[in-house]
């Protein structure tokens, strides 16, 4: 049997909230398109952000760990991916439109610098005085201008909804600029589930690597609500050896007790609310997305916990230290030296300037290329 796009519209509308997005509801694209025959909207902006060369970049990109460490660790693509899983589950149980949350969480992080969120801060330093950086407004800007894969558009001419969900995304790392897409309205339902499937992977899921890596190890945990919490459903014992296959058991039903608490949090807040419709939640003076109160309070101390004992330790700060060598490296030889950027990249300098043309180069980079392209200019005894 053959599903038509329209019949795919009918089955959203049969199956979906009241508060939840339908595809044929959209506001549209900016350039007008004739419509997939077997794909809603919000599917074929799916495909188009799987089918982007900043998409595929994302293998390469850090989470955590710089790629070098080892290839078992979490990548911005692997963390992207772990994402969507999450927001479709989460967009399923409450009747939310899974594909649009499952795009929403696929293109958040296109934007991201090599070297993660010191990449991040070196380039927004660098460009203080050029209009400044943020992987958010870079994630736009990729689905928007900067990827060129049509004759009759720049960009990827996504939908209204899935734009409004990235520019929108916010989570501790993450604050939006909505000042084109009704900044007086909260970002959707969709939108909001694409933030906290964000901040639970990235929680999860560098607890996990962490322990992985033995940069963190299970008694500093000793004490953490919900560590302890986890540890006594598996009846696992304060000082049981944490192997392989327990930290996997561990991790999943951290996860595991994480989403419940959000369905069933998200699920008061939407009643509690009585919005009948996405513009009711958006017109909310709230976020109808959240943990309930005690499982925020956990995530809070695990979150500070990850700070201090992951992200401040020395072997990431001194992975931070050299990526902030090579970006700034980069970027100051590239300004004044603008011949030594590829002959299609200075194409764009007369349109965007130097220093944002230099800033969208480096920040597309992946954490090896950018690695061996520092090697090429800076290390006499390597060849460019």
């Known amino acids: 049997m053959i599903y038509t796009r329209q019949q795919l519209e009918e089955f959203e509308d049969q199956t979906l909230a009241p508060y939840g997005i339908r595809s044929r509801d959209s506001r549209g694209r900016k350039y007008p398109e004739e419509e997939a025959d077997f794909r809603t909207r919000f599917q ?46 989460l967009a399923r149980s409450l009747g939310a439109n899974e594909d649009l949350t499952e795009t929403i969480c696929l293109a958040h992080d296109l934007g991201h610098s090599p070297f993660g969120h010191s990449g991040e801060t070196v380039l927004a330093r660098l460009m203080m005085d050029h209009g400044g950086f943020n992987h958010n407004h870079q994630s736009v800007r990729i689905v928007t201008e900067l990827e060129q894969r049509y004759p009759d558009f720049p ?28 900044p007086h309205l909260r970002g959707h339902l969709e939108a909001q589930l694409a933030n906290v499937a964000d901040e639970l992977a990235y929680t999860s899921h560098d607890l996990d690597d ?11 945990l000793d004490g953490i ?14 000082n049981d050896p944490l192997d392989e296959l327990s930290r996997h058991q561990v991790i999943r039903r951290l996860i595991g007790f994480e989403m419940t608490d959000l369905i ?8 509690r609310s009585k919005a009948n419709s996405p513009h009711e939640i958006q017109a909310l003076a709230y976020n109808v997305v959240g943990f309930s109160e005690d499982m925020h309070r956990r995530n809070r101390e695990l979150k500070d916990f990850l700070f201090e004992k992951l ?35 200075q194409l764009n300098i007369p349109a965007r300037g130097l220093e944002l043309t230099v800033c969208d180069y480096i920040a597309g980079m992946t954490d090896r290329f950018a690695i061996d392209e520092h090697k090429r200019l800076f290390d006499v005894d390597v060849l460019p």
Do not use: C
């Not at 962490?210 to 500093?220: A, Y």
């Not at 919490?229 to 696992?236: A, K, M, P, T, Y």
């Not at 069933?264 to 009643?271: C, K, P, Q």
């Open 311 to 345: 992200y401040r330790h020395y072997r990431v700060v001194r992975m931070q230290t050299k990526a902030e060598r090579i970006i700034t490296d980069l970027f100051e030889l590239y300004v004044a030296n603008p011949g030594a950027l590829p002959d299609t990249v």
């Open 225 to 238: 609500a919900i560590w302890e919490i986890v540890n006594e459903s598996l009846g696992r014992r304060k």
């Open 155 to 182: 960009g990827l001419n996504l939908s209204w909804e899935v734009l409004e969900g990235m520019i929108k995304h916010e989570t501790d790392y993450d604050q939006a600029d909505a000042s084109d897409f009704d």
């Open 264 to 271: 069933h949090s998200i699920d008061r807040y939407l009643r």
């Open 210 to 220: 962490g322990l992985r890596s033995g940069l963190i190890t299970p008694s500093q």
């Open 44 to 89: 074929r902006d799916r495909d188009r952000i799987l089918h982007t060369t900043a998409f595929r970049r994302l293998e390469y990109k850090t989470q955590v760990f710089i790629i070098h460490e080892g290839d078992y660790y979490r990548t911005r693509l692997t963390h992207s991916l772990e994402v969507a899983a999450i927001g479709r589950s």
